[in-house]
Every structure is written in structure tokens, then in C-alpha cells.
């Protein structure tokens, strides 16, 4: 069997080893990781998955985890020594008949990925980009950060005993996230500057060679997302849905469950695969503009948008992201900071919640459906990528018709503007301490219904 490798992405002939530290090909194009698997026949995929059905009951570690359960599909880091895992992945597919109806659709699913060890998505690759980490020798690890893959690195360096430094932009990181990276002990440095120029100095220190990078740029952190899709499918019985709907920032997470689906066809594992619908906010939208232009060149743009995780211009993972696109006959598209909100709001009455940036793909699915993209019988999963107390602010400030455009509080003094919430806040009530009073507020209440 042949071993895996670094390539650029998007061919070439140049190769390099999986243990060089790099980030970029020599023409500076971003870096995969070619795993040369090679098709399977129909016996050895069946024992394959039934290989992963044991493993559910198993009580070792690497079994445990979502991400290395499915280790067949990441030979890189053979031979799984060294290690660090929090038990990640195992995320819950929930249904969610109050977003489908909002949606227009039969039936919603949603895979939530704020339930892994950090709250987001950003566990799943950072297992395995600290794992190798940890292979190489780095005791130094660092990345930009809108406020997720940094609590998820300061928390996988703290459990591997490593120093993490991260780079976020001053001012614009929701708290829960800024309050994990402290306490799990990174050092912490606000740029004066936004998400995209953090990436760029992030990116140049680390190439000076002390400090390893650990954005999803680092192909090793593709990797460990791709299983965010395999776990999924496993959970569908391999069956896969019509579509997987996944918000769109960096574009690291779309590109990994391009690659994912790429791979489990070429290995003949399954034979159908979901069609891929990335949704990116109005105002932090490259893709999108590229994508309806149909010119497939980054126009970086200066993000704004109160999803603060994905307030970013100028993403890392354009490319790849546009390959899973065309690869799943997939679609891309933008939502209002309205939508969004509204659409949040709407995963919340379904019990679950979520950060801003996740309710996108509940928001961008019931724009597909009124545009007839997206059929109201079809099988939907969406990502939702982070926990809903990532960003308690925003979620109260929505709720308390407190929600403004623009995030700095001097600016609702003077007339900023307010997102609409559409009837769907849900304020919090000040009473008298009077049981009475109290009671009949409660049966006026329970009157009117949900
Ligand atoms: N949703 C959440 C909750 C995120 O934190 C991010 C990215 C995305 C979606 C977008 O994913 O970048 O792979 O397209 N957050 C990064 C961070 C950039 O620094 O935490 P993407």
C-alpha cells in the first residue's frame, strides 16, 4: 500500500511528506493530504462498516471518538500513536419539525456539532492537527481565530501539554469563546485589525518555524473533518440525504466534506452522495459572489456581519471549497442578518439552539426550498456548527428586541439599525413578587399557546 503524502491542491507533480511542516506548495497554493486509498471491493466495505459498528461498543479511547473510530480514512497518521483525543465527534442528528415547517419542508435534521468537547465543529479537525502536532515535536502551536478554532486549540494544546498563542480580532469575538481560549491558558493577543489581516500575521510567524499552525489551512485539520460526514452517514445507516447544508466562513468545513464524499466514491465505500449547499452571510460573502459571477476567482470583500464566526473577507480554502461545490452538483448561497436571526431563533424553539453562524443553513434552506432548489420532500441535513452559549449575547440581545447591525453599543444610542426579529423574541418579564399576580400572568400566557 502506498503512504500518504502532501500535494497542492488543484495537481500538479510535486509531492511532499507527510512530516514536512509546510502550509503552502512551493507556488503557494494550499496543501492536501493525498491518502492513496484505493477502491475497495463489496466484501472488504462491508466489513468495514461493520468494523465501525463494533467499535460503538467498544471502550477504548480511539474507538470512542467520532473522529478516530472512522481511522480507516486517515491513514496519515498511521500509526496512531501519540494521540489526543477528548472523545470528540458523536454529535447527535436531531429533528427538527419547527425549523421545517419555518422552512416550508416534510421533515429538517440538523447534526449538531456544538455538542463535541469545545462546542463546535472545530474539535473533529483539531484532534487530529494536534495529534500530528504532537507526532512532529511542536511544544508551540497557533492560529487566527473568529473565536472557535482557538478555544478548540488552546483546549486540545493545554490536554497535550503544549504552549498555544492565539490571534483574534479585537473587539469581535463573541465572550464564551474568548472566556475558553483564557482559561484553558493560551496567550491571547487581540489585533488591532479584523479576522483576515489576524490570518495573514498568524501565517507568516509560523512560517519563520517555532510555531506550528493549526488554522485549516494545516491539511491535517481537513482531514479530521471529513468525518463529520462519514460519522453522519454511519448514523443514516450509509443512506446518504439529498443535501447537506453547511455555513461558509473560512470554507476549511465545506472543503473537508468535499474532500470526504471525493474519497468514500473513489473507494467505492457508498455510491451516492449528498449534494452540498454552503451558505454564507450577506455581508461576509466571497464565495456566494464568485459563485452566482461564475468567474471562480476570490474577490476578497471587507466582512461585516453580527455571525461573528464567520466574519471573514478573504477565505483560506477557496478553492477546495468550490471542488466540493462542483464535485456534489452543489449550490451556494447568502443570507441577511435578519434571516439569519429569525432562523436562529427558530432552531431554539426546537429545543437544540445554536450560535449565529450555524442558523445560516436553516435560513439558507428555507431560500432554497421557496426557490424550488430545494424540494420540500428531500432529505436535509444542516451543520449546525457551534453551541448556542458560543454567543449568549447576541441571543439576548435578539430576545430583548435589542439586536443592532452594528455590534458596538455606542452606535444604538444614535440610531443604528435594529435587526427585526419578526415577532419571534421572546422577552423576559418583570413581575412583582406576588404569586397571584404572578399565576394570572401565567394562565393569560398559557392561553395564547407557544
Ligand atoms: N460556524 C462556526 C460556528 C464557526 O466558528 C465557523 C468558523 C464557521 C461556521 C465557518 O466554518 O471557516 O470552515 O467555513 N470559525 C473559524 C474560527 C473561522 O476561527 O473559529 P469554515
Partial sequence: MKKPFLKAFGGGEKTYPITEVRYRSDDGRTLEVDNCIG?????????????????????????????????????????????????????TIFSMPKCASYCGMDSLCAKHQGLNPSGSFKDN??????????????????????????????????????????FIPDGQIA?????????????????AGDFDKAMEIVEELCNRGSIYLLNSINPFRIEGQKTIMIEMLHQLGWKAPDWVVVPGGNLGNSSSFGKAFDEMLKMKFIKKVPRIAIIQAQGANPLYNSFISGDRTLHPVHANTRATAIKIGNPVSFDKALFAVDSTRGIVDQVSEEEIAIAKSMVGR??????????????????????????????????????????????????????????????????????NTGGCSNKPVKMPADANAIMKYIEKWAEKGS
Fill in 39 to 91: 477502491p475497495l471491493d463489496v466484501k472488504s466495505a462491508a466489513a468495514l462498516r461493520l468494523l465501525f459498528d463494533k467499535r460503538l461498543m467498544s471502550r477504548k479511547l480511539l474507538d470512542r471518538s467520532g473522529v478516530w473510530r472512522y481511522r480507516e480514512f486517515l491513514p496519515a497518521f498511521r500509526p496512531f500513536s501519540d494521540i489526543v483525543s477528548m472523545g470528540e465527534g458523536n454529535t
Fill in 125 to 166: 479537525g483539531m484532534t487530529t492537527a494536534v495529534s500530528m502536532a504532537q507526532k512532529l515535536g511542536a511544544c508551540m502551536v497557533a492560529c487566527a481565530s473568529t473565536g472557535n478554532t482557538s478555544a478548540s486549540m488552546a483546549a486540545y494544546a493545554a490536554r497535550a501539554g503544549m504552549k498555544s498563542i492565539v
Fill in 175 to 191: 465572550y464564551g469563546k474568548l472566556s475558553q481560549s483564557l482559561d484553558y491558558g493560551a496567550l491571547t493577543i487581540q489585533i
Fill in 350 to 419: 426546537d429545543g437544540i439552539g445554536s450560535e449565529p453562524a450555524s442558523a445560516t443553513t436553516v435560513a439558507g434552506c428555507k431560500k432554497l426550498v421557496e426557490k424550488g432548489v430545494i424540494k420540500k420532500s428531500d432529505a436535509v441535513v444542516c451543520i449546525l456548527t457551534g453551541h448556542l452559549l458560543k454567543d449568549p449575547d447576541y441571543t439576548v440581545e435578539f430576545h430583548r428586541d435589542e439586536l443592532f447591525l452594528d455590534a458596538d453599543r455606542k452606535t444604538t444610542l444614535s440610531g443604528a439599525q435594529r435587526i
